[in-house]
């Protein structure tokens, strides 16, 4: 009898938000222990189960996972989302670092003053349509196929959804030059374990509002 | 007729350094491109050779690698550095994100006002000695082997070697409460393949001075 992974964060999207994704697309249900207050980080490192201090953390197959793209690689190679063989892992990693980049730069928004953030949601949108979403909705119209790498679901495209949605949240029509990732969201959207994550209810987390920022920066001290 | 990989990059340490680092370790020959110019970065951007207009690049196995962690796992896997398993692979992955953090902080303090220079070493120092060096300590401690993971030579002690001996160059003394790490620093250095990376004359690059900093603020514009 398998155990369900269980996820340590924040009760917020954050460097977890992917991991929830992943495992969401997957088909694998999860449990979750929020940190709601700086006393519950302090346990958890007091206890020894964050190897350096930091969350987030995943307790899966008796082992206490940190460092995000670990925990991501693992669920991926575990669940078949990590390609074939070693090159089509090299094109999964290449996209997802794209997609990470991009989100990586959304995710630290709530966290700026007022006219840095102003200024770096235009950098955000330039670098979406110029330099991100370019380079996969080339790679959809080159080879004409429903998924980024080898013909099948993987990682790479759970992760170009999810940084998808997390732009669109920023400005709706960020798609609007870019057909093939259009028709490639709305396939994606479809899928019944992705449809279902993205229905209320489920463990999706919402953007961040005033007073979880505001907690959030106790909790870490920044 | 296997090509040699060929690493295109600016003369000097940045981001490139892990993966000469890794390919050394594996004993494998390579070739590199030096760029000088803006122009000349513009140019590999517009050929289509890199997928998001930045480097490193990695020309290997027929593929145009970009994305340092890509590529260090391409390398990983190829060269029988990633471990055994998913498990084995998932710990090796663990120790370099940890390391890769710490990794960051001295790739950042080349382009570091001087009056923060002195804080900036003073975390490292912290950061490596009381987050990052006592994890490999222990795990060292505990299972008494020679590697990290596996009781095999893996990119995860190829990493930590590499960041051993950076976080040194900024505090010599560091490794002072850490006589598993000293010992481990001393097995790597004599392991063939990185004792011949160590000396004069191979790939490995020198610490980052003042010409290399303003390279890079030129070719990738960071003023």
């Not at chain 1, 350096?52 to 460092?67: A, T």
């Not at chain 1, 080339?138 to 997390?166: F, P, R, T």
């Not at chain 2, 391409?74 to 084995?88: C, H, P, R, S």
Request: proline share 5%.
């Amino acid at each position: 009898m398998a155990e369900k992974p269980k996820l340590h964060y924040t009760r917020g999207r954050g460097k977890m938000e992917s991991i929830r994704w992943l495992l969401a697309a997957a088909g694998v249900e999860f449990e979750e222990e929020f940190i709601e207050k700086k006393e519950d980080l302090e346990k958890l490192r007091n206890d020894g189960s964050l190897l350096f201090q930091q969350v987030p953390m995943v307790e899966i197959d008796g082992m206490k996972m940190v460092q995000t793209r670990a925990i991501l690689c693992y669920i991926a190679g575990k669940y078949n989302l990590y390609g074939k063989d070693l090159k089509e892992r090299a094109w999964i990693d290449m996209y997802v670092e794209g997609t990470t980049d991009l989100m990586g730069m959304i995710m630290a928004l709530p966290f700026q003053a007022a006219d840095v953030k102003e200024k770096n949601i235009a950098l955000i949108t330039e670098r979406a349509t110029t330099r991100y979403f370019p380079v996969y909705e080339k790679a959809l119209k080159d080879h004409g196929q429903d998924y980024l790498v080898g013909n099948k679901l993987s990682w790479a495209d759970i992760h170009l959804l999810e940084a998808i949605l997390m732009t669109e949240e920023l400005k709706s029509d960020i798609l609007s030059a870019f057909p093939l990732l259009q028709a490639f969201k709305g396939r994606m959207s479809n899928v019944p374990t992705i449809k279902k994550f993205l229905q209320p209810g489920s463990q999706r987390k919402p953007p961040l509002d005033e007073k979880s920022i505001a907690n959030v920066r106790k909790i870490f001290s920044i | 007729m296997s090509e040699k990989p060929r690493l295109t990059y600016i003369n000097g340490r940045g981001r490139m350094e892990s993966i000469r680092w890794l390919l050394a370790a594996a004993g494998v020959e390579f070739e590199e491109i030096f760029l000088q110019t803006r122009e000349q970065l513009l140019k590999l951007g517009q050929d289509g050779s890199l997928m998001f207009h930045q480097l490193p690049l990695v020309e290997i196995d027929g593929m145009k690698l970009v994305q340092c962690r890509a590529i260090l796992s391409y390398i990983a896997g190829k060269y029988n550095l990633y471990g055994k398993d998913l498990k084995e692979r998932a710990l090796i992955d663990m120790y370099v994100e940890g390391i890769s953090d710490l990794m960051q902080l001295i790739l950042m303090f080349p382009f570091s006002p001087p009056e923060a220079k002195e804080k900036n070493i003073a975390t490292i120092s912290e950061k490596a000695t009381e987050r990052y060096f006592p994890v490999f300590e222990k795990v060292l401690k505990q299972h008494g082997q020679d590697f990290l993971v596996g009781n095999r030579f893996s990119w995860a002690d190829v990493q930590l070697m590499e960041a051993i001996l950076a976080v040194e160059e900024k505090v010599p003394s560091v490794l002072s409460g850490f006589p598993q790490l000293q010992a481990f620093k001393t097995k790597m250095s004599n392991m063939p393949t990185i004792k011949k990376f160590l000396q004069p004359g191979s790939p490995r690059k020198p610490p980052p001075d003042e010409n290399y900093v303003a390279t890079v603020m030129k070719i990738f514009k960071l003023d």
